[in-house]
């Protein structure tokens, strides 16, 4: 699946735009500030119907304007497709596929797989939890249908035990119906975490010692409280653990600390806390990896799991990479090139652009004005 236009209307600085793609790499070029981020923010929307930069519709639509449109075209060769977007001040989305009304927005993700590679990423080694578990939530929403409706569930559930936590109220009852539609949902949500986990080590083994030039020795464990022996100490879980098995571990953990749970006020056993720790060489590379090895961890990370896309779905995501290539030395850059597969790939830069980058069409973004560069 690839881009062929995008057309936008006051979306922030973009007053409008209406451009047309190719296969390949295409390269917003221009000074900071300018518009180019917003552009890969707009086709990052038609598949997730959300921003990455963490923000609220009313960023994203220009100063002084009500609402602002996305139309985005695209085709596999065979069939043309296309997604339309109004972003309303006021009120809900607007969300048509080929004209027809969307009945729920993650339903973008089976029209267009998007995975963006931000200079944000390069914290998600050294960062919290959260960043990792975002990354491999994100690979999963692409892959599995299950895995967004029982995150759905979860987080409800979550948000209402929560809620419980912090009341005055206390029934024993009330508490229990709550643990165990989380632990329904939650057990889905870690079966498939360790499923995707299985043999991905030797994936992002592969991504790693492309992108930093080594020869390494990876692993990867998921770290869960719910998995945790009497001493507190991590376990690996058993990955081929039942759900049963799973489904009673993990409501026998939650009851252990569910004194800690009531006097902090909110829930602390489950997957809305898991984490990811990666060794190279046997060091974790959250504490001991230098800053130069966690960056190139991160992009692996990310690499690595848009390939797994990729494999379950037979369908290459598009690459978007923003402003990647300022924040790494010459040869990540070279290696990351290198390692991009053959989608169409969108790239945003205020500097020069890598020689080594094959680029098929290159746009200048000023003041908000996309125009195509006479250069390409
Ligand atoms: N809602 C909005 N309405 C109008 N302008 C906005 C809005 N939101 C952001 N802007 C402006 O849009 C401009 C473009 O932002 P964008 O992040 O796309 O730039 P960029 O070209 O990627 O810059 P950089 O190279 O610094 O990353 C910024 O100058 C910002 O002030
Ligand atoms: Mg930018």
Redesign the pocket.
């Known amino acids: 699946m690839y881009v062929t236009s995008l057309r936008l209307r006051?979306?922030?600085?973009?007053q409008s735009c209406d451009i047309e793609f190719d296969k390949g790499v295409t390269v917003?070029v221009?000074?900071?500030?300018?518009?180019?981020?917003?552009?890969?923010?707009s086709i990052y929307w038609t598949s997730h119907a959300k921003s990455f930069r963490h923000v609220n519709v009313?960023?994203?639509?220009?100063?002084?304007?009500d609402s602002a449109k996305i139309n985005i075209e695209i085709t596999d060769d065979l069939r043309p497709q296309d997604i339309d977007i109004t972003l309303n001040r006021i009120g809900r989305d607007n969300v048509l596929v080929n004209g027809q009304k969307l009945r729920k927005n993650s339903d973008l993700l089976d029209t267009l797989r998007v995975s963006i590679f931000t200079p944000d990423d390069l914290d998600i080694i050294k960062g919290s939890s959260a960043l990792r578990r975002e990354v491999l939530d994100d690979n999963l929403f692409q892959i599995s249908k299950k895995y967004i409706a029982a995150s759905k569930d979860y987080s409800r559930s979550l948000k209402q035990k929560n809620a419980y936590l912090k009341s005055d109220d206390f029934d024993k009852v009330v508490i229990e119906v709550l643990n165990n539609s989380l632990v329904v949902s939650g057990s889905v949500i870690i079966k498939s975490r360790l499923a995707a986990l299985n043999n991905f080590r030797k994936v992002l083994q592969d991504a790693y010692d492309h992108i930093s030039g080594e020869n390494s020795q990876i692993l990867i464990r998921y770290i869960s409280k719910i998995f945790s022996n009497d001493h507190g100490e991590d376990k690996d879980p058993n990955e081929d653990i039942s759900n049963e098995e799973l489904q009673a571990v993990f409501l026998s953990k939650i009851e252990e600390y569910s004194s800690i749970e009531y006097r902090r006020g909110h829930s602390i056993i489950g997957p809305h806390r898991d984490d990811l720790a990666i060794f190279i060489h046997g060091r974790d590379s959250r504490t001991q990896a230098s800053q130069g090895e966690q960056r190139s961890m991160a992009l692996a990370l990310k690499m690595a799991f848009h390939r797994l896309v990729t494999q379950k779905t037979g369908d290459n995501p598009i690459l978007l990479l923003?402003?990647v290539f300022s924040e790494l030395d010459l040869g990540r850059t070279h290696r990351l090139v290198e390692c991009l597969p053959a989608a169409q790939t969108f790239v945003?830069t205020?500097t020069d652009i890598p020689v080594s980058l094959k680029v098929r069409e290159t746009f200048n973004?000023s003041a908000?004005v996309v125009t195509k560069s006479k250069i390409s």
């Open positions: 006051d979306i922030r600085i973009i917003f221009g000074d900071n500030g300018q518009g180019k981020t917003s552009i890969l923010e009313e960023d994203i639509i220009r100063k002084n304007c923003d402003d945003t205020a973004v908000g």
